[in-house]
Structure formats: structure tokens, C-alpha cells
């Protein structure tokens, strides 16, 4: 059986999680809107759904709002934060290091005439409270940085960024938490931000629902037009069976959150420590504020995509920096932001853990990964191919 060293991808569904959801997939199949048994069952389901999850991030059930997935909790936030923010001001600013459901997102939006700070980030991939601040003018009217990276799993210190835009009137903060959502407690005061986007298939929840976080008071154009589900801010009839996996995953994701956390942080400390025992590589993030299971390496004078195929046909696995450029031959803009020279970042390679990952599993990794990395050196994998035995370098 191939061990799974790429939750920061997506993570398996959970058993619980679908026993959940099933009968909202067959008996209790009825339309939230529909004033009938059926409809009334499907709205009683989602209503609860909103509660819990509300429940969870210190939220009321109103200011949570069922999406396809953290793309376009993300979209919603931003483009609709944007529109509606139109009158005020046309500055947003963000972070070099977001996800591209954020960051490409705002380079459409900066085609109706905003304008888009970038941030730029320290070698660990954080941000500079103190250049945000310098960065919030009168004219803006949003900040939109991550919690933690979903390639090298470093955390912002979100605290102190909120603290920042909470001192600017009129200004909202938009918090990526897709990635740090099963790691880290998302609660919605202590947090001090006004929209904060998750998805659920990053916490054993299905793909293909996320939740936004909308801070009531907070006023957005919705982003889709047709029925007033949703009040009003996401139209289309609702993924039920969805929202009541996610609110179930989260809910549980939240009660072993202290466990699930210790153990993944001792599991990938060990896996850390064997794989840099190997000459040529280093950690990439912040070596304390980072995700639990998340270890992001480089392995110098290695090619990432043809580490991870050797990976995969030795059992394991992972992905080349974030799983949603593979294919891609574009070096990670995370890694260049945290100033990684392009010959570096191309040996980057990402071993997520998650919950189900288990002790024999990392003691396997901690076998064959540093061999793999060994033997695919660029050097070693020339002279190996090297017919006349002259061990050319190429
Ligand atoms: C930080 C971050 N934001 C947003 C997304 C997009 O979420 P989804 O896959 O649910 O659309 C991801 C997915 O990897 C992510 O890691």
C-alpha cells in the first residue's frame, strides 16, 4: 500500500464524515428552499451546518456562507469586498507568498482599476507588520494575507497584522485559512479578521465545498446572481449533503486538534531530522511558526519533479512544492519570494502528514527518502549514466 505524504494536496474523506452526509445524498434529498417535509429537512440540515461550524470559529451561523471550495470562498471575499468597497478606495494590499486562488484572483481585479500591493515576505516567507502598515493608505480598503502557506507552511503572525488593520478605519481583512484550518484555532475574535475562507477537503472533509466567514456587518456584492440563498451572497441551490460533511469534519479536525497536532509535529520533527542528515538539503519555512505536518525541503543539485516520480514509484507520495503547479515547470513564486535563486527552488520538494498518517509509515519514509535524494543527484545521476565510466558531470 502507497504511504500518502501529500495532505497539504487534499486528504482522504472520513469515514464518519461520509456516514454524515449519505442521507443528505439519498432519502433526505429535498431543496433547502422548498416549503415541503422534504425541503424543510434539507433546510433544518444546513442551518445546523451554519451553526456548527459557526460554533467552532467563535461565529454566528448568519456570518457563514457555503461555497464550492476555498477557491471560491476566496473569490467571494475578494472580488466581493472589491466591488463593494468601490466608493471608498481602490488599494489592496497582500502578501508575495498567497495561494494562487488569491493572488491571481486580485490580478483579475486589478483589471477594473485597483491597485494591488504585494508584499514581499523574509527568507521564511512572513510578512513585515510594520511594512504593511506602511503599505495601508487612505485609499485602501482591504488586506488579504494567508495564515499559514501551503508550500512551505509557514505561519503569519496574524495577530499582529490584524492589530495593524484594525488601527485603519474602514479597512477589511480577508484571512486564507485553507491550509492552517485543521491546525490552528480559528477563532473569529481573537483572530480580529472580517472574512476567513476554508475548505473542507484540506480537514478530511469532501472536495468541493468550502465556507467563508463574513463578519456580520461587513458588506460585499455578491459574486454569482440568481436566487437569495445564502442571504443573498451566494446564489444556487445548496450542497447540503457538502455543508454537513464539512461542518462534521471540522468539528471533529477541531476536537483532536491537540492530539493530531503533537503527534504530526513529532512524526515530521523525526522525518526532518533523517532526511537532513542528507548532504545538500535544508528546511524551507519558518523553522518554529509552520503547520505541523508540513515539511518543505530543498535538496540541492536535485530536479523536484523527478525526485517525487522516483518517490511515487518507491511507494511514496508527495508533491514538488504546491501540488497545484505540478506540471507546471515554473519554479514556485513562494520560494522565489523567500528569495530562493531558481537553480535552488527547483529541488523543492513538500511531504505533508495528516491525521491517518501513522508511525510505520514515517519510518518507511525515513528509509527511502534519503536514499532517493541520495541517489538523484544531478552529479551522481550523470556519472551513473555515463557508459565509459569517465563520471562526467553534466
Ligand atoms: C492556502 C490555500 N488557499 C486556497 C486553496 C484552494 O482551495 P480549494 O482547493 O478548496 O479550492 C488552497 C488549496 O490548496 C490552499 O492551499
Known amino acids: 500500500m502507497a504511504i500518502y505524504l501529500d495532505h497539504a494536496a487534499t486528504t482522504p474523506l472520513r469515514r464518519e464524515v461520509l456516514d454524515a452526509m449519505l442521507p443528505y445524498l439519498t432519502d433526505a434529498f429535498g431543496n433547502p428552499s422548498s416549503a415541503h417535509s422534504f425541503g424543510r429537512a434539507a433546510r433544518a440540515a444546513l442551518d445546523e451546518a ?9 461565529a454566528q451561523g448568519r456570518e457563514i456562507v457555503f461555497t464550492s471550495g476555498g477557491t471560491e470562498a476566496n473569490n467571494l471575499a475578494l472580488k466581493g469586498a472589491a466591488w463593494a468597497g468601490k466608493a471608498h478606495g481602490h488599494r489592496i ?13 486580485l490580478r483579475y481585479v486589478e483589471k477594473f482599476g485597483f491597485e494591488i500591493v504585494e ?11 510594520e511594512q504593511l502598515e506602511a503599505a495601508i493608505t487612505d485609499r485602501t480598503i482591504l488586506v488579504s494575507i494567508m495564515l499559514a502557506n501551503n508550500e512551505v507552511g509557514t505561519i503569519q503572525p496574524i495577530a499582529e497584522i490584524a492589530a495593524v488593520v484594525r488601527s485603519r478605519k474602514g479597512v477589511l481583512l480577508h484571512v486564507d485559512a485553507v491550509q492552517a484550518a485543521p491546525y490552528v484555532d480559528l477563532d473569529v475574535e481573537a483572530l480580529g479578521a472580517d472574512m476567513v475562507s476554508l475548505g473542507a477537503h484540506k480537514f478530511e472533509g469532501p472536495k468541493g465545498v468550502g465556507a467563508l466567514y463574513i463578519r456580520h456587518g461587513t458588506h460585499i456584492l ?20 457538502g455543508a454537513v460533511g464539512l461542518a462534521a469534519a471540522y468539528e471533529l479536525a477541531c476536537a483532536e486538534r491537540p492530539e493530531t497536532v503533537a503527534r504530526l509535529r513529532r512524526q515530521r520533527d523525526k522525518l526532518a531530522k533523517t532526511i537532513l542528515a542528507t548532504p545538500g538539503t535544508e528546511v524551507t519555512g ?6 505541523p505536518g508540513l515539511l518543505s525541503i530543498i535538496a540541492r543539485d536535485t530536479d523536484g519533479t523527478s525526485v517525487a516520480m522516483s518517490l511515487d514509484l518507491e511507494g511514496i507520495a508527495c508533491s514538488v512544492g504546491s501540488a497545484c503547479t505540478t506540471g507546471s515547470t515554473e519554479v514556485s513564486h513562494v520560494l522565489t519570494a523567500m ?11 513538500r511531504l505533508s502528514l495528516g491525521r491517518t498518517t501513522t508511525d510505520a ?7 527511502v527518502v534519503p536514499r532517493v535524494l541520495g ?3 544531478l552529479g551522481s545521476f550523470a556519472v551513473a549514466a555515463d557508459p565509459l565510466g569517465q563520471g562526467v558531470p553534466v
Open 50 to 58: 451554519h451553526e456548527r461550524v459557526a460554533t467552532r470559529l467563535n
Open 93 to 105: 494590499v497582500t502578501s508575495a507568498v498567497e495561494h494562487h486562488a488569491v493572488g491571481h484572483t
Open 119 to 129: 508584499l514581499p515576505v523574509d527568507r521564511y516567507g512572513r510578512v513585515d507588520p
Open 222 to 241: 455578491a459574486q454569482q446572481q440568481g436566487g437569495t440563498q445564502e442571504r443573498h451572497r451566494r446564489a444556487g441551490t445548496e450542497n447540503v449533503a
Open 286 to 291: 519558518h523553522p518554529k511558526q509552520r503547520l
Open 339 to 349: 528569495g530562493y535563486p531558481d537553480e535552488e527552488a527547483r529541488g523543492a520538494l
Open 361 to 367: 509509515e514515517i519510518a518507511t519514509a525515513c528509509e
Open 375 to 377: 541517489s538523484m543527484r
